[in-house]
């Protein structure tokens, strides 16, 4: 069973992936894609809650009642290169903790849905992000540069150097 920030988050990722204002979403496609992703039957008045939800954080869903033809994201406005996609394999998830300078503090919290803070320090803070999408995750963190590092597990933090590696052999 998806926790209800991996289901909050994939709702998202649907309307994000899959809409835009010529290929808008019936409700039950969009329930059906919630089911086949997170394993869980979701209510449509879950769905209701999360669109409002969304709309409070200044995303730009558009409705059914607007438009009689279905639900999308007008995506005009948000920049998708760096979403975490974390709505892959939910059984070959992992947790990976990442340590942030705080100054990345703001753009950590607005991804707070799928991100969970540990703790904070005077210079950095640490989170948790739990994924099955490897190859997404480091690039992520390897766009903070030096302002990011994956403390745990071994195995992330060798594939982000042995990628640090192949780049350095890349510019020498």
């Keep these: 069973m998806a926790s209800n ?59 059914y009642s607007e438009n009689k033809r279905g639900y999308y994201l007008n995506s005009s406005n948000i ?38 803070i540990l703790s904070d320090g005077e210079r950095t803070f640490i989170a948790k992000i739990e994924t099955s999408n490897y190859n997404k995750l480091i690039s992520w963190v390897l766009h903070f540069g030096c302002k990011a590092k994956v403390m745990e597990p071994p195995e992330v933090r060798d594939a982000i150097k042995e990628e640090v590696k192949k780049l350095h052999e890349r510019y020498i």
């Design 79 to 116: 920049n998708n290169d760096y979403c975490i996609d974390v709505s892959m394999n939910y059984s070959n998830k992992i947790a990976v903790k990442i340590e942030f300078d705080n100054e990345l503090r703001d753009e950590i919290n607005n991804l707070k849905e799928v991100v969970d």
């Design 5 to 63: 920030y991996i289901k909050f988050y994939t709702f998202f990722d649907i309307l994000r992936k899959h809409s835009n204002n010529e290929n808008m979403l019936s409700m039950k496609k969009i329930l059906q894609m919630m089911e086949e992703q997170t394993g869980d039957k979701i209510d449509r008045r879950t769905i209701y809650e999360y669109i409002k939800n969304f709309k409070e954080l200044g995303f730009d869903i558009r409705e």
